[in-house]
Nanobody, 112 residues
Framework: QVQLVESGGGLVQPGGSLRLSCVVS????????MRWYRQAPGKERELVAYIINTGGATNYADSVKGRFTISRDNTANTVYLQMNSLKPEDTAVYYCNTVTYWGQGTQVTVSS
């Protein structure tokens, strides 16, 4: 069956960096757009970034532009989210997604 497994979350100070990974199995990874979403407590889930199947185009939420970078390795069935200059408002559970499939999420907490 299809599995998406995120990792790389944790506690980081404001201004710090984290790199999230999402490994996909049971799915033809290279055919599909991959997305990262996040959900903060009491808020709706929001789209953070997406990358098309070839990696040739990406898009970002305004709140993360210039700080986050999405990338993918189709040989490793993995999508990444490099997060720099983190802010407390980036605190959320981060999920990777493709089509109707979701990972279990990884917690990112930005706090001093």
């Amino acid at each position: 069956q299809v599995q998406l497994v995120e990792s790389g979350g944790g506690l980081v100070q404001p201004g710090g960096s984290l790199r999230l990974s999402c490994v996909v199995s049971g799915f033809t990874f290279s055919r599909y757009t991959m997305r990262w979403y996040r959900q903060a407590p009491g808020k709706e889930r929001e789209l953070v970034a997406y990358i098309i199947n070839t990696g040739g185009a990406t898009n970002y939420a305004d709140s993360v532009k210039g700080r986050f970078t999405i990338s993918r390795d189709n040989t490793a069935n993995t999508v990444y989210l490099q997060m720099n200059s983190l802010k407390p408002e980036d605190t959320a559970v981060y999920y990777c997604n493709t089509v109707t499939y979701w990972g279990q999420g990884t917690q990112v907490t930005v706090s001093s």
